[in-house]
C-alpha cells in the first residue's frame, strides 16, 4: 500500500470529494488513495481548525504536510491577503492541493515541494498535523528545520495524538529548541493541540 509521505505513491488513484464546514469556513476538496486522510477530514485536522488561534490577516502562512490541503484552504479562506504555502512531498497530494485551491476560487495558495522553498525565506505562522509516520528522528529533523524558520514573533500550531507521542514531542520541543516555549492549547479525543512561539527580536 505505501506510506503517504512517499513521493510517489504505490496505490491506484480512486478520487473522493468530500464538503467541509470547520472552523467557521466551508470548502469543498477532492481526497484521494496514496494521500493522507482519504475521504474525510480526519479528527486531528479538524481539532486545529476548530480550536487554534486567529491566523494573521497577512504576512506568509505555512500549511506543512498539506496532504489535500484542508488547512491550506482554510487559511486561504480566512487571511485572503495573505500568501499561504502548501508542502508536501508526495507529488499527489501537491497536484490535489492545487486542484483544490483553484476549485474553491483561492488564488493566494502557492503550492510547492519543500525543495522548491527557498530556505532563507521565514514564516510568520505555521500550522501542521505532522507526518508522525515517518519516525521520530526524521520527524524532529523535519519540525526543527521549518520551526527554525518561523519569523520572530512567529507562532506554529500543532496536532498530533497522545498515543502517537504528541506528549513526548512537547517535551522534547521545550528541551531542544530553548527560547521556544510549547504550550498546550487542548485536547479533544486523543489529539494534543500544541503552540510553539519564536520570541521577538526585541525579547518583549
Not at 464538503?19 to 480526519?42: A, H, I, K, N, P
Not at 505562522?125 to 507526518?131: A, G, T, V
Request: overall charge neutral; glycine content about 12%.
Amino acid at each position: 500500500m505505501g506510506h503517504y509521505f512517499e513521493a510517489q505513491p504505490a496505490v491506484g488513484s480512486e478520487p473522493v470529494d468530500v464538503e467541509v464546514c470547520v472552523g467557521g469556513g466551508t470548502f469543498s476538496m477532492t481526497t484521494d488513495r496514496g494521500v493522507f486522510s482519504y475521504g474525510r477530514l480526519d479528527r486531528g485536522t479538524g481539532l486545529l481548525l476548530r480550536d487554534a488561534p486567529p491566523p494573521p490577516a497577512s504576512g506568509d502562512l505555512l500549511d506543512l504536510g498539506c496532504g489535500t490541503g484542508a488547512i491550506a484552504l482554510s487559511l486561504a479562506q480566512r487571511s485572503p491577503d495573505a500568501r499561504i504555502h502548501a508542502v508536501d512531498v508526495n507529488t499527489r497530494a501537491l497536484e490535489l492541493c492545487a486542484t483544490n485551491a483553484r476549485r474553491n476560487g483561492l488564488h493566494n495558495v502557492h503550492v510547492a515541494h519543500p525543495d522548491e522553498i527557498d530556505p532563507l525565506w521565514a514564516f510568520d505562522l505555521i500550522w501542521s498535523n505532522p507526518p508522525v509516520r515517518i519516525g521520530k528522528t526524521a520527524l524532529h529533523d523535519l519540525l526543527a528545520t521549518w520551526l527554525g524558520r518561523l519569523r520572530p514573533g512567529g507562532r506554529a500550531v500543532l496536532v498530533m495524538q497522545r498515543n502517537l507521542g504528541a506528549d513526548s514531542l512537547h517535551r522534547w520541543l521545550d528541551g531542544s529548541l530553548p527560547g521556544w516555549p510549547t504550550t498546550r492549547l487542548g485536547s479533544s479525543k486523543g489529539y494534543r493541540l500544541l503552540q510553539i512561539v519564536h520570541p521577538p527580536a526585541d525579547g518583549i
